[in-house]
């Protein structure tokens, strides 16, 4: 599977591990930057690049990685198409993807061990789509909102 990654300085040391990580798991990643360290940049080229790729092409997935990873789910939720999950542990990260297909996710490399993350995006890909009614109805809402701008009636 095709994984796009984008960071800021905060996340640059685990998505080079991620990189890493994902090609010994038989995965494709594709490094969305930065792609040296600098302190003083600013994570929404790199991770909406990361988001918009993923949304863009259909299968595969993206992981957005900042300090806490509020300001990259942020970003990344602002590409169309783009479903991004702020993950927090096992669980965030199965949900995301059964019960909101997420397409990308976000993690805060200062809030989790190394070990913590590479886990949770190892859970986040290997976890399906439900296809539940119910969660294929909400994701159509969110979908017809971005098409159109007019919110759903409940």
Not at 26 to 48: L, Q, R
Not at 70 to 84: F, L, M, S
Request: charged share 20%; proline share 6%.
């Amino acid at each position: 599977m095709r994984i796009y990654l984008g960071s800021d300085h905060a996340g640059f040391e685990l998505k080079n591990h991620l990189v890493e990580k994902l090609k010994e798991l038989g995965h494709e990643p594709v490094d969305c930057g930065p792609h040296e360290y600098i302190a003083t940049d600013d994570y929404p080229p790199f991770v909406m690049l990361a988001a918009k790729q993923a949304a863009d092409e259909p299968g595969s997935l993206g992981v957005v990685i900042g300090g806490s990873g509020n300001g990259e789910v942020i970003a990344a939720n602002k590409i169309p198409g783009a479903r991004a999950a702020l993950v927090w542990s096992e669980q965030t990260a199965t949900l995301a993807r059964e019960h909101n297909d997420a397409n990308v996710i976000s993690i805060g490399a200062r809030m989790h061990s190394l070990e913590q993350a590479t886990g949770f995006v190892e859970l986040f890909v290997a976890t399906p789509f439900s296809d539940d009614p119910r969660h294929v109805r909400r994701i159509g809402m969110l979908t017809d909102f971005e098409a159109t701008g007019q919110l759903p009636k409940p």
